[in-house]
């Protein structure tokens, strides 16, 4: 950090009002990871060693630890197989169609894995603290009871040898990606499980995600020396290694190079590898490098990849700026996997696209560097705050630094309202709380992580107010960057942040399916008869405009609330009148808007962030 920058945290610190929003008794597991790395390129195995140290902070004894072995998934008869036969809406990426287009019958591409294809991670032995114990692996999850409990406030050792299968790739991990990209390299590794105040998070790997805790990686791969690696974390030999400087003298024994990685308080470490790969960086004007590691199969492509570079460093100096600066030296995005996915440091994304969708995917997983990495939220858990935190700054970033829109709209998501509104009018929704792998369909899943979770940070910016909401993002970023903050945590800093109470909203909008709908009722030469036609009560903004043409903006705040939202200054507003009115409550459906001169017009939410499902009747026109 330089001088500059932590004259404006401090300044930060300064101004924020005293705000405790940090909970009391705040702790975390620390991991310590030094891996050895041996991969025979032919036979797609690898033989892996481990040097643990495990920190124990939990203020109880653990007399057993956890470690994810997620290639065991890609086997038949795994969860994630099953899984796939029996969900009506599978990833279209994990099963091939027997049938016909227009009658798909779909299969698990698992179930057809031959012994030579399938994943596995099979431990050989396992140390704690220099003796062998005795170990279970159980589909994804290897069990390590302990003969002496690791005390509280202890670090204690774990050595593992282990040989690894990467699999076909069929999610995420894998080899020979439909792309070309010979390792796709995530969820490779032992990983120790997170334990935390809610327990021991021990979640098969059926798709998703993961949460895991903060630590730091020492990690050093021998592969066939033609190979060019891009990964998590900072290189320290690029001399001897092909692909980072010019004239490398690549240094090789038995025909392999060494890579050596480091990384500091990440809390997963993924990497590709592929001989084609080529590599280039920059530098954001907060002097972190950004890498990307491409198979330059085209002109365009390639082309493609050196713009979304450029864009990649705005995007980073203009994120950090709105929601917190990138704590680490270096992002890597890598080409590979089957989409987009992202991991401590860096990215693995599928690369031959066009520029927008270039640049929409690298957005998307660096966002993630914010929601899921600084702050290491449980995606197993509270999928909506990582997914849906990180589309809203995805919009955000891609209109303000790629493609403005023509008209800008007041709401800059209003395209994700839209696709949440469809799926609460399906019958499909369940409650965003639902942990991630149990919803009844992907489609479900999707819409609410990825669209609802969006909508309730834009419409939290309708309630505590705009500006209420961007301090919000960056006084949650002091709170709470590297460690494991709840949903609860964010209410707290965004209550703290406005003045106001917000359990109704974070209640209703999460964990229940209700949906909001207000409406005009009626309108007379002494009011304006508005009605809440749902079980969701909101506070009210009500624009209104005379038949003398001036126009006056009515705020009816919530009782529950304890608090008004400050005036906020849209274009719309500028020159209006706000008239603030008594408060309104959910007890009770009507409420009646007092108006002195004759209605042209009026409109709920002219700024369209209430997530109103039925908003055509939000608008009056006198005839
Ligand atoms: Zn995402």
Request: glycine share 6%; aromatic share 14%.
């Amino acid at each position: 950090m330089n001088l500059k920058k932590s004259f404006t945290l401090l300044l930060l610190v300064l101004c924020s009002v005293s705000i405790f929003a940090q909970r009391k008794g705040y702790w975390d597991q620390k991991v310590d990871y030094t891996m050895d790395i041996d991969v025979n390129e032919k036979t797609f195995q690898y033989d892996g060693k481990m040097k643990l140290k495990y920190s124990n902070n939990s203020g109880q004894e653990l007399n057993k630890v956890y470690f994810h072995l997620y290639f065991n998934a890609f086997q038949p008869g795994s969860m994630m197989d099953e899984r796939l036969k029996s969900i009506s809406d599978p990833d279209p990426r994990m099963v091939r169609n027997i049938g016909t287009k227009e009658n798909p019958e779909r299969k698990s591409r698992i179930e057809a894995l031959t012994p030579d294809l399938i994943g596995f991670q099979k431990i050989k032995t396992v140390k704690y603290n220099g003796s062998d114990v005795s170990f279970k692996e159980d589909g994804t999850i290897l069990e390590v009871t302990l003969p002496n409990p690791i005390k509280d406030g202890t670090t204690v050792e774990f050595d593992l040898t282990w040989q690894a299968q990467v699999p076909e790739q069929i999610r995420r991990s894998g080899r020979n990606s439909k792309e070309g990209v010979a390792f796709s390299m995530t969820q490779w590794y032992p990983k120790m499980a997170q334990f935390d105040e809610f327990g021991w998070h021990l979640d098969e790997y059926v798709a998703r995600e993961f949460i895991a805790p903060f630590g730091n990686f020492d990690v050093t791969i021998h592969i066939n020396k033609d190979y060019v690696i891009g990964s998590s974390g900072k290189l320290q030999n690029p001399a001897h290694v092909k692909g980072y400087v010019e004239n490398a003298k690549i240094k090789s024994k038995n025909n392999k190079a060494t890579w050596h990685y480091k990384a500091e308080n990440i809390h997963d470490f993924a990497w590709a590898a592929d001989p084609k790969f080529v590599v280039d960086s920059a530098k954001t004007k907060g002097n972190v490098t950004i890498y990307i590691v491409y198979l330059p199969s085209d002109k365009e492509v390639s082309e493609n990849w050196k713009t979304a570079l450029g864009l990649s460093t705005d995007f980073f100096d203009f994120v950090g700026q709105h929601f917190g600066a990138y704590p680490w030296n270096t992002y890597t995005i890598i080409q590979g996997g089957d989409g987009g996915m992202e991991y401590g440091t860096a990215t693995l994304i599928t690369g031959g696209r066009n520029l927008k969708g270039l640049v929409g995917v690298i957005f998307h997983e660096a966002a993630h560097s914010w929601y899921q990495h600084l702050f290491g939220i449980n995606e197993t858990v509270d999928e909506w705050m990582d997914e849906g935190f990180t589309s809203y700054i995805e919009e955000l970033a891609y209109q303000e630094l790629f493609e403005r829109p023509k008209a800008r709209a007041l709401n800059p998501i209003g395209a994700t309202y839209l696709s949440y509104y469809k799926l609460a009018k399906s019958g499909k929704e369940e409650p965003m709380s639902l942990l991630a792998d149990y919803y009844n369909t992907n489609y479900a899943y999707s819409t609410e992580a990825y669209s609802k979770g969006g909508v309730l940070a834009e419409q939290l910016g309708y309630i505590i107010g705009k500006q209420n909401l961007n301090k919000t993002f960056l006084n949650f970023y002091d709170f709470w960057k590297l460690k494991h903050p709840t949903p609860n945590d964010f209410k707290r800093v965004a209550e703290e942040t406005s003045g106001m109470n917000l359990k109704w909203y974070f209640n209703l909008f999460i964990n229940t399916t209700r949906t909001i709908d207000y409406a005009i009722e009626n309108v007379t030469a002494q009011s304006i008869e508005l009605k809440n036609k749902s079980n969701f009560a909101m506070p009210i903004d009500l624009l209104v405009e005379y038949e003398d043409g001036s126009r006056e903006l009515f705020y009816i705040p919530l009782r529950e609330m304890r608090g008004d939202k400050p005036a906020e200054n849209y274009e719309i507003y500028s020159g209006v009148k706000r008239t603030i009115l008594t408060d309104w409550f959910w007890t009770k459906p009507n409420y009646s808007v007092p108006v002195s001169k004759k209605v042209k017009k009026a409109w709920i939410d002219p700024t369209e962030r209430l997530a109103d499902i039925n908003y055509e009747d939000n608008a009056y026109s006198a005839q």
